[in-house]
């Protein structure tokens, strides 16, 4: 089974978030959501696998 990674893993953390809010720029409050629930989607189809999606979706719902 694959664990879900919950801690710091992204390379240049500060340069893909930069590009997260270029990517947004421009766009209504509408558009930004729409954009943010496909790259979601995108995302979740990348890892592939539902038991990390699950771990992953569990993570983002602990505070």
């Avoid at 930069?18 to 954009?35: I, P, R």
């Avoid at 995108?42 to 993570?59: H, P, S, T, Y």
Wanted: aromatic share 4%; hydrophobic share 40%.
């Amino acid at each position: 089974m694959t664990t879900a990674t919950t801690k710091p893993n992204l390379d240049q953390p500060d340069a893909f978030y930069a590009d997260l809010l270029t990517a947004h720029e421009g766009l209504t409050k509408e558009e930004s959501d729409a954009f943010n629930a496909r790259l979601i989607l995108l995302m979740a189809n990348q890892i592939g696998d539902r038991k990390v999606l699950n771990q992953l979706l569990e993570a983002a719902g602990s505070k």
